[in-house]
């Protein structure tokens, strides 16, 4: 199974600046993905981040204010751009790597 | 456009009794279903997966059924006990196609 190391945890940021969530996998897989979780709603996926390419983005994301990197197979990042405070939501990653899904512990994202 | 829904009120039971949670969806043919385990702060937990052509699949305690004629699976978990307390979510899924999540059930499992 596929360990996901996700940081930071938790983060309070200014309206207006940025942050970029880290997603580290301790193997190699070829499917890692971005989600959102806002407060009390279901899990709603934001990009699929492809290796060597830009990342797939879903209806009513954007790569502007979602910028996603997939340097190699194990590592991912995720920008929240200019942040508002309806971008305050929970941000997780997940991956497949043929033996099941599985999400890291996600980053608590508070915007002021 | 698609949509799941499960059950939205909290479901509290006893402990030793079985939990039901109910998924329900329109507007989609999933190729599977998938059944997640969510504590607070952490992220979904995989549990079990069932394919369009399976009725039912157990897990130890965990039992899932789907009907794809309803558009309904059941997520049931047998001699709960209060380490079962948590939120569970189903998702959907095609081949090589995104999850699409329920909103969630929060269980509590009283001793």
């Known amino acids: 199974s596929a360990v996901i190391s996700q940081k930071p945890s938790r983060d309070i940021c200014q309206r207006g600046t940025s942050l970029t969530i880290q997603c580290q996998v301790d193997s190699q897989v070829t499917m890692m993905f971005w989600y959102r979780q806002q407060p009390g709603q279901s899990l709603t996926l934001i990009a699929t981040a492809n290796q060597g390419s830009e990342a797939t983005y879903e209806s009513g994301f954007v790569i502007d204010k979602f910028p996603i990197s997939r340097p190699n197979l194990t590592f991912s990042t995720l920008t929240v751009s200019n942040m508002s405070p309806e971008d305050s939501s929970i941000y997780l990653c997940s991956v497949e790597d043929g033996t099941g899904p599985y999400f890291g512990a996600g980053t608590r994202l508070s915007v002021l | 456009s698609q949509k799941i829904e499960q059950n939205s009120e909290a479901l509290n039971i006893q402990e030793g009794k079985t939990a039901t949670l109910t998924c329900n969806y329109t507007?989609?043919?999933?190729?599977?279903l998938q059944w997640y385990r969510q504590d607070p702060g952490r992220g979904p937990v995989f549990l079990l997966l069932?394919?369009?052509?399976?009725k039912e699949k157990r897990k130890e305690r965990l039992k899932v059924t789907f009907d794809t004629t309803l558009k309904q699976s059941l997520f049931h978990i047998t001699a709960s006990q209060p380490a079962d307390s948590a939120t569970y979510l189903c998702a959907l899924g095609r081949q090589g196609g995104k999850l699409i999540f329920g909103q969630g059930t929060e269980l509590s499992v009283k001793p």
């Open positions: 069932i394919r369009e052509n399976e």
């Open positions: 507007n989609y043919s999933p190729a599977y």
